[in-house]
C-alpha cells in the first residue's frame, strides 16, 4: 500500500523560506515515477505547484512559483522536498504531496492524474 506522509509545514513571515518533506513508503522509485507536490486553500481548487519525474530528475512548475520553489527527491531514503523561498501570503494553503507513475503525470500537474495522496500540511504565510 502506496502511503506518503508530509511534514514541515509552518507559519511564516511574507519573504521567509519554509522546506517541506515526504517520506514515501510501500512505493517503487521506478524509471516511470512521479512525484508532485499540491496545496488548496480554502474555497480553491487543488493545484500541482511542482512535480519531478524520478528518473531524470526532470521537474515542473506552476508560474506563479517559478525561481521560488524548488522540488527535490533523495531516491535513497524515499523522500521528496519542497523548498519554498520568498513566500507571500498568497502561498497560504494545505499542501499535499502525491505519487503516481508517468511522465505525462509530472508535465501535466493535475490532481486527477495522481492516485496516492498524503494527509497534508499547513503552510500559512503572514504580511
Known amino acids: 500500500q502506496v502511503q506518503t506522509a508530509e511534514s514541515g509545514g509552518a507559519s511564516a513571515q511574507a519573504g521567509g523560506s519554509l522546506r517541506l518533506s515526504c517520506a514515501v513508503s510501500?512505493?517503487?522509485?521506478?524509471?516511470?515515477?512521479?512525484m508532485g507536490w499540491f496545496r488548496q486553500a480554502p474555497g480553491k481548487e487543488r493545484e500541482g505547484v511542482a512535480t519531478?519525474?524520478?528518473?531524470?530528475?526532470?521537474?515542473y512548475y506552476a508560474d506563479s512559483v517559478k525561481g521560488r520553489f524548488t522540488i527535490s527527491r533523495d531516491t535513497a531514503d524515499n523522500m521528496v522536498y519542497l523548498q519554498m523561498n520568498n513566500l507571500k501570503p498568497e502561498d497560504t494553503a494545505m499542501y499535499y504531496c502525491?505519487?503516481?507513475?508517468?511522465?505525462?503525470?509530472?508535465?501535466?500537474?493535475?490532481?486527477?492524474?495522481?492516485?496516492?495522496w498524503g494527509q497534508g500540511t499547513q503552510v500559512s504565510v503572514s504580511s
Open positions: 510501500g512505493y517503487s522509485f521506478s524509471s516511470t515515477s512521479c
Open positions: 502525491a505519487a503516481d507513475y508517468g511522465l505525462s503525470a509530472c508535465v501535466r500537474r493535475l490532481r486527477e492524474d495522481f492516485n496516492y
Open positions: 519531478i519525474y524520478i528518473h531524470h530528475g526532470a521537474t
